[in-house]
């Protein structure tokens, strides 16, 4: 047990009711769990700080945000602004200079929630997808020439690394491990179509996949790969993906477990030398934002893995538990999953079951 300095990016929009609301079970998980404490800052960074600066965060901000241990981020970005200013403002700037080269993403249909394909089961779909997160498509490098004239050109240039390729692969390996399921992992490629890039990530998921023989291992195209996460998704356990499939991929597999609002996710620096980062997957929902109806249970997931990623398993067990319970009572949930409760309430539910939970 211990005590933690948390920086909070509530960001924009639901990202600003969701992080209250983990906030609220983190604190619950704490009394519960005992000698433990949370110290939170609150920065304003986002779209708003956008409108009257002309960027994301401030110059020093990943100074600021260096001297903490972990970030919990709700979501950044607006209609009125461009979403690759979002981007490439706030969320690669953090990835890329504490080097969270692990995007985890998981996907469980939990008992008490309907997936919309038909016959699936509660925990039939249990997967991760491993997203490599600093580098690849998103690596923004390339260039535009002679705009506005009918010769411009655009070139967007992946960039794949050996040491980046390898350490996403090997943390996939490693998780499939520590997994008490299929032991299996998938890689996700297009090398059929892209001979340098992919080939190569293809070459270096079977040198790392020596070190593991104990592992199932499987190749797909994106393509097949988006077929099979709706056609057979529980074959999946482990899933490895660039920057770009790897997101693609994931917001699939919120769907196919019920819910955007159930989607957690956590950037991740394993070296542990600078903070990683916890964020729900869903983004700022300007359609539903300032509604309070808004699913809080992904902000609140990403807060449990965050407890688990700083070794606090027990308090990271009351949160899993007591999402668990109130999908199975199905009374108080908000609209997306069926229900008629407000984002508070789903937080102050949680909070009720956290106190409940049987810890014999």
């Not at 005590?3 to 983190?26: C, F, M, Q, R, W």
């Not at 998981?106 to 509660?122: D, W």
């Not at 949160?319 to 108080?332: G, P, S, Y």
Request: charged share 25%; with cysteine.
């Amino acid at each position: 047990m211990g005590s933690y300095h948390i920086a909070l990016l509530p960001g924009d929009g639901a990202g600003v009711e969701v992080v209250d609301e983990g906030i609220k079970a983190l604190n619950a998980a704490a009394r519960r769990a005992g000698n433990l404490k949370f110290h939170y800052v609150r920065f304003g960074w986002g779209s708003e700080h956008y409108r009257k600066h002309g960027r994301m965060m401030p110059e020093d901000a990943i100074e600021q945000l260096s001297k903490f241990d972990v970030i919990y981020l709700g979501a950044v970005g607006w209609p009125d602004i461009q979403d690759h200013v979002t981007l490439n403002g706030l969320l690669l700037p953090i990835r890329r200079a504490f080097d969270q080269y692990v995007n985890e993403r998981p996907a469980v249909l939990f008992e008490g929630v309907a997936s919309p394909l038909a016959g699936k089961k509660a925990g039939e779909i249990d997967l991760v997808v491993m997203r490599e997160n600093t580098e690849g498509e998103y690596s923004n490098v390339g260039g535009r020439v002679y705009q506005g004239s009918d010769h411009e050109v655009a070139i967007q240039t992946s960039v794949f690394t050996r040491r980046g390729t390898e350490r996403i692969i090997r943390y996939a390996f490693e998780a499939a491990r520590q997994r008490n399921k299929k032991k299996k992992v998938t890689s996700i490629t297009k090398s059929n179509a892209q001979g340098y890039g992919m080939v190569f990530w293809d070459e270096v998921f079977r040198d790392v996949a020596e070190a593991y023989p104990d592992i199932e291992t499987e190749s797909k195209l994106i393509d097949a790969a988006c077929m099979d996460f709706i056609r057979k998704p529980e074959s999946f356990d482990v899933v490895v993906a660039s920057n770009l499939f790897g997101d693609i991929l994931t917001d699939i597999s919120a769907i196919l477990i019920g819910s955007m609002g159930l989607a957690a996710s956590a950037n991740i620096d394993p070296s542990r030398r600078h903070p990683s980062m916890f964020e729900p997957v869903h983004g700022s929902a300007p359609d539903i934002a300032g509604k309070g109806i808004v699913n809080p249970l992904a902000a609140i997931l990403s807060a449990g893995m965050m407890l688990d990623f700083m070794g606090e398993k027990r308090a990271a067990g009351l949160i899993d538990r007591a999402i668990r319970q109130n999908l199975r009572e199905e009374k108080v949930r908000t609209p997306d999953i069926g229900g008629r409760s407000k984002t508070a309430e789903v937080g102050d539910d949680i909070c009720r079951l956290i106190e409940e939970v049987d810890l014999s």
